[in-house]
Structure formats: C-alpha cells, structure tokens
T-cell receptor
Framework: QKEVEQNSGPLSVPEGAIASLNCTYSDRVSQSFFWYRQYSGKSPELIMS????GDKEDGRFTAQLNKASQYVSLLIRDSQPSDSATYLCAVMSAGGTSYGKLTFGQGTILTVHP | NAGVMQNPRHLVRRRGQEARLRCSPV?????VYWYRQLPEEGLKFMVY????????ESGMPKERFSAEFPKEGPSILRIQQVVRGDSAAYFC??????????????FGPGTRLTVL
C-alpha cells in the first residue's frame, strides 16, 4: 500500500465547475497535511496547509481533513483554465526522524476546459 | 522578500563527473530539505538539514550523495560520479525556525540535472 495515495486522474472539469481532489494516507500519526500545485516544468507551489479535522477555506480553495478516515481533500470552486496543473498531496509524520519529511502522493492532473 | 534560490537552474554533466547543487533558503528560514523528482515520477524526500546538522537523511542513496548546510553560505547537495539514472529535477525547500508554520515548506525553482 502506498503511503500517500491520490485519486487517479487525469481529472477534467469545465470552467466554472467544482474540482474535487482526494488523498488518503496510511500513517495514523500524521499531523500535518499540505496541497501543492505544480505546473509542467515548474516547482511545487503551496496552496493550503491543514492540521485539524474539518474544513479550511482560502479563496476558491477548501481543504478538508478527516483523521479518523485518514483522508484529506481539496475542492476548487469556480475552476479556471489557469488551475490546470498537477495537484500534489503531501503528508508529514508526527515524530521520530520523520519529523520534517514530506511524503507526496503521485499527483492528480487537473484540466479545466473552457 | 526573496524566495528559495537554487543554482544552477540547469546542469549538464557527463557520466563520472561531480554535480554540486546549491540552495539558499528564504531569509530567516533555518530548515532546508532536498527532494528529487525523476521523470514521470513523484517527488521523493532526500534529506532534511538545519545549520551544521543533518536531521534526517533517510531518503539519500547510500553512495555518491551527500548534503551539507554550513553555518555560513548555501546548502549544497553533492553527487559524485554521476550516472544517467541521476538525471532528474532536484528541488530544495525551506521552512521557518519556529511557530505554527515551522513545517510549511516553500520550494525553490529546482535544478534540472542531465547526465550524458
């Protein structure tokens, strides 16, 4: 089982729709969760961080965390063509030598078509 | 505020040569991380450093790879005797020394290493 798994893509949505990206993780002691966006040939860009169960909203983005289900998601409202990118879910474990180490999912490619 | 800086942005080496990749963290950040992204693969953790200390090198290949973050100057990822399989994008990230965002990592533009 992969440590961090994202829903298989690619995901294609029409402009203005809601894009839903999902991620599950295997390490129960994980405490910190991040969503990054990566355009082709570029570096990862931080979108959201979330640490507590529930929802966290920032503009058109909402991150949701459910530690009991070991599940984290990202919703993008009013999707724009400029949102077309690979979205990476990253998880940080709580302790030991894993502190600080981010484990990434394989990424979900999102395409927003006009 | 300048973000994470990496140089060179592109590096070409022949098999057997050495590659040195440099990373200057965000001003005020004291934690540095290196990740590697192989073609068509995900980002993989390599090493986590603080000034003059290696905190976690569990992702570093056992041979040919080393990293340092000296008291003065940038962090260096060094690859000796490069092989074609080392061709990848190498990203550096940094995070603040304390506070709630201490583990929020900001990535640099990366160094694309090509081994001929």
């Amino acid at each position: 089982q992969k440590e961090v798994e994202q829903n298989s893509g690619p995901l294609s949505v029409p402009e203005g729709a809601i894009a839903s990206l999902n991620c599950t993780y295997s390490d129960r002691v994980s405490q910190s969760f991040f969503w990054y966006r990566q355009y082709s040939g570029k570096s990862p860009e931080l979108i959201m961080s979330i640490y507590s169960n529930g929802d966290k909203e920032d503009g058109r983005f909402t991150a949701q965390l459910n530690k009991a289900s070991q599940y984290v998601s990202l919703l993008i409202r009013d999707s724009q063509p400029s949102d077309s990118a690979t979205y990476l879910c990253a998880v940080m474990s709580a302790g030991g030598t894993s502190y600080g180490k981010l484990t990434f999912g394989q990424g979900t490619i999102l395409t927003v078509h006009p | 505020n300048a973000g994470v800086m990496q140089n060179p942005r592109h590096l070409v080496r022949r098999r057997g040569q050495e590659a040195r990749l440099r990373c200057s963290p965000v001003k005020g950040h004291s934690h540095v991380y290196w990740y590697r992204q192989l073609p068509e693969e995900g980002l993989k953790f390599m090493v986590y450093l603080q000034k003059e200390n290696i905190i976690d090198e569990s992702g570093m290949p056992k041979e040919r790879f080393s990293a340092e973050f000296p008291k003065e100057g940038p962090s260096i990822l060094r690859i000796q005797q490069v092989v074609r399989g080392d061709s990848a994008a190498y990203f550096c990230a940094s995070s603040p020394p304390s506070g709630r965002e201490v583990y929020t990592q900001y990535f640099g533009p990366g160094t694309r290493l090509t081994v001929l």
